[in-house]
């Protein structure tokens, strides 16, 4: 089931890390265990075995139908395995629910950040809408209910933001590129606003790696799509 027919003769410290982990693995399932509790099981694993590993985790367990509790404080692992997180914050769950919602609704600023880049921008909510220095935009959840004015903070996660490079008829928030983080597949930019009459913090935007600008070029940023708001209590 897990791939170490090969390597039944072998003795434990002939193992590779990946290996162990998949071995240690075989030993929790053939209990057939109801629950199983896996805490930090990929953390002793280099970024590339274990990636290789998690699915392979992943793929076991749900081919076994066996209900899985996984302890980590990698984020991405979090969101990119689990069909529910929990967010605990000293000793409380926090925030419960699929990953695409915590990750797009997240409760309060702390979690914004803890789960992701995110860009906090003060905004006037009203009917369903916020006000924002990038443009009127649609909330999304429960704010989008809520027809009181009143102010707020609104999520905007760098993937919503689009950048390019700025000409005199664009629209949007106009800025000038402080760094640019370039990975390959995409580009993590960070903008200081231009107008320097409404000062405001750096912008975070990722844009594909083709894309990536240079350090010190003009852009216009607009935002897409629904943001979450939070109260400007939240911390």
Known sequence: MVGLSALAKRMPHE?????QQRAALARALARKPALLLLDEPFSSLDATLRGAV?????SLVRR??????????????????ADSVAV???????QQGPP????????????????????????????????TPLGTLQLRGNAAQETARRQGIVVIRPEQLKVRATNENDEGLRGIVERCRYYGHDALLTIRQSDSTSPMAPLLARVGGEH???VGTHVTVTAAGAVSAIEKSSK
């Open 15 to 19: 193992l590779s890390g990946g290996e």
């Open 100 to 131: 695409q919602d915590i990750y797009a609704t997240p409760q309060d600023a702390g979690l914004a950040n803890f789960l992701g880049e995110a860009n906090l921008l003060e905004a006037t909510l009203a009917d369903g809408q916020a006000q």
């Open 212 to 214: 990536a600008l240079a």
């Open 54 to 58: 998690r699915e392979e985790v992943s």
């Open 64 to 81: 076994q139908g066996t209900t899985t509790v996984l302890v980590t404080h990698d984020q991405e692992e979090a969101l990119s395995l």
């Open 88 to 94: 605990l914050r000293n000793g409380q769950i926090i």
